[in-house]
C-alpha cells in the first residue's frame, strides 16, 4: 500500500525566514535611502553648476538686452530653455518689454521650461531629480538694497509675464539660484545656492525651527528659499540683498535665514 506525504515548511521554519527578511530589510533600506539621498543631492549640485555655465552662456551672447547697451543679461528659467518670450528693449516705450521671440538654440534642456508656478505670487520653480529649483534676478538698487525677482512666466512656460522686469544694470553683473528637497529626508537633505560668483553653498537643512534666529527649514512647497536666505543680513558696507556678500558663517557672516552656510567641499 502506498501512502502520500505532503511535506512543506514548519511554523518555525516559516517564522525563521520572516526574521532573516526583517533583519535583511532592516539593513538594506537604510542604505538604499541613503544612496538615494546622496545620488539626488550630487545630482542638484551639477544641476546647479548647469546652470551657472547656462547664465554665463547667456549673458554673453547678448540675447537679452533690456536696455540695449549692449551688455547681456542673466535670465529666468523659461528663458534659458527656449519656452518662453524673451525679454527685450522696447523701443517705443523706452522699457523693458516681451519679445515674440524664445532662444534658439535654446541653452537648456526644454525639461527646464517645464515649470510650475506656486500659490504665493504665481512664482515658478523647477523640479529635477528630487529637488525643486528657483531663480532670482536683481530688481534695481535702493539705498544700497538690491531685492531678487522671482520668474513669475506661466505653468509649463516660465520666464516673465511682465512688469515688474528686473533691471537692467544689475541683471548684467547679478542672478541667483537655490536648491532644496521635495521631501526632506527622503529625496534629499542638503540646500543649496549658486550665484554669478561660481560659489556653490550648502546647509544642512537640520537647524529646524520657523524663525531667523533658529534658521529655517526648507520643506518643499511648504517653505522656500527667499531671494536673500543665503546673503549676509548684517547691512556691511551698507548693502543688503542681493547686492551683500554670501552668509557664510566660517567668514564672520550671518545669513538672513539663520542657517549655517558653507563652501560645499570645505
Do not use: H
Amino acid at each position: 500500500m502506498n501512502t502520500k506525504r505532503n511535506s512543506g515548511f514548519t511554523l518555525i521554519e516559516l517564522m525563521i525566514v520572516v526574521a532573516i527578511i526583517a533583519i535583511i530589510a532592516s539593513i538594506a533600506i537604510p542604505k538604499l535611502m541613503s544612496a538615494r539621498i546622496s545620488a539626488n543631492e550630487n545630482a542638484a549640485i551639477a544641476t546647479l553648476r548647469s546652470i551657472a555655465s547656462a547664465q554665463a552662456q547667456l549673458q554673453s551672447s547678448c540675447a537679452i538686452d533690456t536696455d540695449a547697451d549692449g551688455g547681456g543679461e542673466f535670465g529666468f528659467f523659461g528663458e534659458l530653455a527656449g519656452t518662453a518670450p524673451l525679454r527685450f528693449y522696447d523701443g517705443a516705450a523706452d522699457a523693458p518689454g516681451l519679445d515674440v521671440a524664445t532662444l534658439d538654440p535654446a541653452i537648456l534642456p526644454t525639461a527646464f521650461g517645464d515649470v510650475i508656478t506656486v500659490a504665493a505670487g504665481g512664482e515658478a520653480i523647477v523640479s529635477r531629480a528630487g529637488y525643486f529649483f528657483k531663480i532670482y534676478l536683481p530688481d534695481a538698487t535702493a539705498a544700497g538694497d538690491i531685492q531678487g525677482l522671482p520668474e513669475t512666466g506661466g505653468d509649463g512656460v516660465g520666464g516673465s509675464a511682465g512688469a515688474p522686469f528686473p533691471d537692467p544694470n544689475n541683471c548684467e553683473i547679478m542672478w541667483a539660484c537655490y536648491a532644496w528637497p521635495i521631501e526632506p529626508e527622503s529625496t534629499g537633505n542638503r540646500v543649496f545656492f549658486i550665484n554669478q560668483e561660481g560659489d556653490l553653498l550648502q546647509t544642512l537643512n537640520n537647524e529646524g525651527g520657523t524663525n531667523v534666529l533658529a534658521g529655517v527649514f526648507y520643506d518643499g512647497l511648504n517653505s522656500i528659499p527667499t531671494f536673500d536666505a543665503a546673503f549676509d543680513g548684517t547691512g556691511a558696507n551698507n548693502l543688503t540683498g542681493m547686492g551683500a556678500s554670501m552668509g557664510i558663517k566660517a567668514q564672520g557672516l550671518d545669513s538672513v535665514d539663520g542657517n549655517t552656510w558653507t563652501i560645499v567641499g570645505n
